[in-house]
Every structure is written in structure tokens, then in C-alpha cells.
Nanobody, 122 residues
Framework: VQLQASGGGLVQAGGSLRLSCAAS????????MGWFRQAPGKEREFVAFIRSISSTYYADSVKGRFTISRDNAKNTVYLQMNSLKPEDTAVYYCAARRGWGTFGEAYEYDYWGQGTQVTVSS
């Protein structure tokens, strides 16, 4: 599976962005999809995960502001980010994992996209 993330950019605090992650392959619907982010000098951290359309999970820091979704017909996963804060500034990565189990750690994922920069100005 190859993943291509896009949609990052510069936005003012309180603004919104939607990230997209396009996946190759015909088995996209069988993968759990996650978003992680990494700020300068910090470790990569979990943001959100979607197993199926109705099964989503979020980090506490983004709950209520971010929404993860997927369109299996388009092999794409999205991250809608609202009410952005300067502390949301990071490189955002999408990732895919096979099978079931936990999903909050980077090592649990099998494939990664290249990352897209999100910068939130105050």
C-alpha cells in the first residue's frame, strides 16, 4: 500500500483545514487508517484512527475539533481539523495497519505516507 497525504498549509488560529490521504491498492477497505503528527523536537503522536465508517477514535487533545472519515470507493481517508490551535502545528502523517488490535502507537502501523505540514499561526 502506498499512501499520499495532502492538504496541509498555513492557517490562523481558529481556522480549519482538511487533510486527505490517498491510498493505492484494492484492499484499502480492509486497513485501519490512522493520522499521527510530529512537531519539531517532539515524538510522533497519535491523532485519530478509523477502523470502519462507524468506528473512530481520537486523542484527547483533538477530540471535538477533529473528525476522521474515509471513503472506501475513493481509497481515501480524511482528517477535518476545525478550531485549530498553534499547538496543532506539526507534520501530519497518515498510516495504515492490517488486522485488529490497538492503534495508538506508530510501531503498530505497516505503511506510512510522506507527511504534510500544518502550521497554525496565533
Amino acid at each position: 500500500v502506498q499512501l499520499q497525504a495532502s492538504g496541509g498549509g498555513l492557517v490562523q488560529a481558529g481556522g480549519s483545514l482538511r487533510l486527505s490521504c490517498a491510498a493505492s491498492g484494492r484492499t484499502f477497505s480492509s486497513y485501519g487508517m490512522g493520522w499521527f503528527r510530529q512537531a519539531p523536537g517532539k515524538e510522533r503522536e497519535f491523532v485519530a484512527f478509523i477502523r470502519s465508517i462507524s468506528s473512530t477514535y481520537y486523542a484527547d487533545s483533538v477530540k471535538g475539533r477533529f473528525t476522521i472519515s474515509r471513503d472506501n470507493a475513493k481509497n481515501t481517508v480524511y482528517l477535518q481539523m476545525n478550531s485549530l490551535k498553534p499547538e496543532d502545528t506539526a507534520v501530519y502523517y497518515c498510516a495504515a495497519r492490517r488486522g485488529w488490535g490497538t492503534f495508538g502507537e506508530a510501531y503498530e502501523y505497516d505503511y506510512w505516507g510522506q507527511g504534510t505540514q500544518v502550521t497554525v499561526s496565533s
